[in-house]
């Protein structure tokens, strides 16, 4: 299913984000108050783009967001992407909440967003697959360039209701549970809609997997 994703900060993790999001159908809308800096990702022709503060009410508002499904507030300063999720979640209800820290994530920001993301550690791969909320799971970050991904199965998505013998995933992929997490995955594992399946996956293919297991 398409989110409505909203970036607040349109340098490189969040235009890198918005790449990774957008190269998976997901409707993305980034704001940047760097003037100059908003021409550059208009002419990547990837994204929706607003130039302003994303911590003032009504370039949030303009942004849409009282019918998006996720804020990630990826600009370089912790405190301005605490304060744009904080405000996120007085205008709109039930509203995803995804900030960049400057430092490795723990508990102390758990009472302020739903998720966190500390970029210098694993860049805007990580970002991206935090954003679209629990559907895409990154389970570890310290593997080198591949992705441990859980993934929850979409009704309707192209791989949903096949074994895994029928279905055609790029090479770099390997589905390593299956739907109870309770067996190594076999070819006649089948991709029940609404299990969640463990995943090593190289980073060239990820968009492709999510696509197969989300639609």
Do not use: H
Not at 61 to 83: I, K, P, R, S
Not at 91 to 96: Q, W
Not at 97 to 112: L, N, P
Not at 130 to 140: F, G, I, M, S, Y
């Amino acid at each position: 299913m398409t989110q409505d994703i909203i970036i607040a900060g349109g340098g490189r993790v969040g235009f890198q984000t918005a790449e990774r999001l957008a190269a998976r159908d997901e409707n993305v809308t980034i704001i940047e108050e760097n003037a100059d800096r908003v021409d550059e990702i208009a002419d990547a022709w990837i994204a929706t783009v607003i130039q302003g503060d994303a911590s003032d009410p009504d370039i949030l508002e303009q942004a849409g967001v009282d019918g998006a499904d996720t804020v990630a507030a990826l600009t370089e300063l912790t405190g301005l992407n605490l304060a744009v999720c904080l405000l996120a979640t007085q205008l709109t209800d039930e509203i995803r909440t995804v900030a960049r820290v400057d430092r490795e994530a723990d508990d102390a920001y758990d009472r302020f967003v739903d998720s966190v993301v500390y970029p210098e550690q694993a860049g805007a791969r990580v970002a991206a697959n935090k954003t679209v909320a629990d559907e895409v799971r990154v389970l570890t970050a310290v593997t080198g360039d591949i992705d441990i991904l859980e993934i929850r199965v979409a009704d309707g998505a192209p791989a949903a209701g096949r074994s895994l013998a029928e279905i055609a995933f790029p090479a770099g992929t390997l589905i390593i549970s299956d739907g109870d997490g309770g067996q190594i995955s076999k070819p006649e594992t089948t991709l029940t809609p609404g299990s969640r399946y463990i995943l090593a996956v190289e980073p060239g293919v990820v968009d492709e997997v999510i696509r197969l297991m989300r639609g």
